[in-house]
């Protein structure tokens, strides 16, 4: 798989120091297709990328009130509620009262959430590592350049 650039990302290139232009709605297209992509197959009993996303920060941030949840996911809290709601239904997070103000309620993920979680990763690791085996080792050597780029401008801002 040999990879393109545009005439105008080429140009760009040559001219100096280069312009992000449509290489910027190129690059989020990219990701969106390879996040869609990597989401396909693999067992995700039955949840949805929501819940996925929710169990996957719990899993890696520890338990933390649905405010802070949903802040974390972008999602307004009515929804946050629902999708907490069907995870405690499954077996996924356990409600607790916070240690810091007993008036407030933290979520957090169960072993059953961790193991999911994990198998979640592992498939999505293994898809993406067959894809990456496909590239020519030009196409392989940018990628291992742009990874530590790609990891900076996923970096949380706050």
Do not use: C, F, H, N
């Not at 040559?14 to 992000?20: F, I, K, N, T």
């Not at 959430?113 to 940018?142: H, K, N, Q, Y």
Request: charged share 30%.
């Amino acid at each position: 798989m040999k990879t393109q650039l545009s005439d105008a990302e080429r140009r760009s290139l040559e001219q100096g120091r280069p312009e992000a232009g449509d290489s910027a709605a190129r690059l989020s297209l990219a990701l969106a297709r390879l996040t869609r992509v990597l989401r396909r197959g693999g067992d995700l009993a039955g949840l949805g990328p929501g819940s996925i996303s929710a169990l996957a920060t719990l899993v890696r941030s520890g338990p933390m009130r649905l405010g802070d949840l949903a802040l974390r996911e972008g999602v307004a809290p009515p929804t946050l509620t629902r999708i907490v709601g069907a995870l405690e239904e499954s077996g996924y997070v356990v409600r607790a009262p916070d240690p810091d103000d007993r008036r407030a309620t933290r979520v957090q993920a169960t072993d059953s959430a961790i193991e999911l979680v994990a198998g979640v990763g592992l498939g999505r690791v293994s898809r993406l590592r067959d894809r990456i085996e496909t590239l020519d080792d030009d196409d392989l050597r940018a990628l291992l350049r742009a990874i530590p780029v790609i990891e900076a401008l996923a970096a949380d801002e706050g």
